[in-house]
């Protein structure tokens, strides 16, 4: 149960509280609404009074709906009332597990697809809500977010669509590049981290996991996720070590100059277990050549946490590397869409966001301080003194 101070439930909501969840984002949704439905019923009496009418509610889900034309075209449905109201967005640009008929032909949502359905649905509450929060955990275009030649900002264009459409902020999780919200510098941005969330997953998945200076270590796959890294290991009080990929800049495969090697700065490793913390695992090909690398150096137990889990190109290198033992646990979140198969997999742990979710549409609908939700120093220090106590618990 939460504390006042942590739901924030002495200050008066923003307006009625409204969740959208986008066609590929009703599982996580349903959960997000289970968590505010449970505390705002644990709440005293005297926040449901007539002040704020609809505070405590069976749901706080509004059904909405993309239908599309034989042609491929759609629109956007809401059935429900939203005028006045505080409402947050849900969607999984990433779940591509969703078809939809053009023609006499199946085709799969792709990102653009799911990000004109995002505008659609603003375009339908059409200015009537008092707020609207876009909650996009992984950040459509996000890694189109700087110019190097003649190309297009897909990010930064889309993030000034939807701001100019009125929406007022956009929430998203370990964007691939923060400074992207410059593009919107008079509206809200959040980028949230989930590392409090997988220092409790790995201890969920090894209870014998012990942070210590020299029997642990962070490492960054790539110099662009150092801030990352550093922070875990901060916060952990280990070492921090990162790879960084030396590219032949004569050739360029698939938009990007091939790696040619992966050079480890970083202290000894021998013996040691290893944290491998990235942003997002696409093909998997340099996760694993990382976890290769720490193996060669005498690594102990190796855990790969990516907060998102796109896995591109299949499972199968992951299963193989596994049985030969390169690496012992992979975690990743259930922010975007995960097959089935992967959840299946013994070598895999899922981490929950929909909790932190919660709170954090709790937080912002009562205009409270996300703060100490952005950097949760606080709980991961918890966190650790729990298991310091009791290292087999959680």
Not at 94 to 101: E, P
Not at 195 to 221: C, H, N, R, T, W
Not at 320 to 338: D, K, P, Q, S, V
């Amino acid at each position: 149960m939460l504390s006042a101070k942590e739901s924030n439930c002495d200050v008066l909501p923003v307006g009625d509280l409204k969740i959208i969840a986008l066609p590929g984002c009703q599982k996580l949704g349903q959960k997000v609404d289970n968590w505010i439905v449970k505390w705002r019923s644990w709440r005293e009496d005297e926040r449901k009074s007539s002040s704020v009418p609809n505070y405590a509610e069976d749901t706080y889900l509004v059904r909405a709906a993309t239908p599309r034309f034989g042609t491929g075209e759609a629109k956007g449905q809401i059935f429900g009332s939203v005028r006045g109201d505080d409402v947050y967005i849900l969607v999984d640009v990433c779940n591509y597990s969703l078809t939809y008929r053009i023609n006499s032909y199946e085709n799969h949502m792709s990102p653009d697809d799911y990000y004109q359905d995002l505008k659609r649905i603003v375009a339908a509450i059409g200015g009537k809500a008092r707020r609207i929060t876009v909650l996009m955990p992984y950040l459509y275009e996000s890694r189109q977010d700087k110019r190097m030649t003649r190309e297009s900002l897909d990010c930064a264009a889309a993030l000034q669509e939807l701001t100019a459409m009125g929406v007022d902020a956009i929430i998203t999780f370990d964007a691939h590049e923060p400074r992207v919200q410059n593009a919107i510098p008079l509206h809200g941005f959040d980028d949230y981290h989930c590392v409090y969330q997988f220092i409790k997953g790995i201890y969920k998945s090894a209870p014998d996991f012990e942070v210590s200076p020299d029997k642990l270590m962070v490492i960054s796959p790539d110099e662009a996720g150092t801030r990352r890294a550093i922070y875990m290991a901060n916060m952990l009080g280990v070492d921090m070590g990162m790879f960084y990929k030396r590219r032949d800049y004569t050739k360029t495969v698939r938009g990007e100059h091939p790696i040619v090697a992966h050079e480890f700065l970083g202290a000894d490793l021998n013996g040691r277990d290893v944290i491998i913390l990235d942003d997002m695992i696409s093909s998997g090909d340099r996760i694993l050549e990382v976890a290769r690398e720490m193996k060669s150096r005498n690594a102990g137990r190796i855990f790969m946490c990516a907060t998102f889990g796109l896995f591109t190109e299949g499972l199968e290198k992951f299963d193989t590397a596994y049985e030969e033992g390169l690496f012992n646990r992979l975690l990743t979140t259930n922010l975007i869409y995960h097959t089935p198969e992967l959840l299946s997999k013994p070598y895999y742990t899922g981490c929950d966001m929909s909790k932190f979710i919660a709170l954090i549409i709790d937080t912002m609908n009562h205009d409270g301080s996300v703060s100490s939700l952005l950097d949760p120093v606080d709980r991961i220090n918890r966190l650790l003194s729990r298991h310091e106590k009791q290292p087999s618990a959680e």
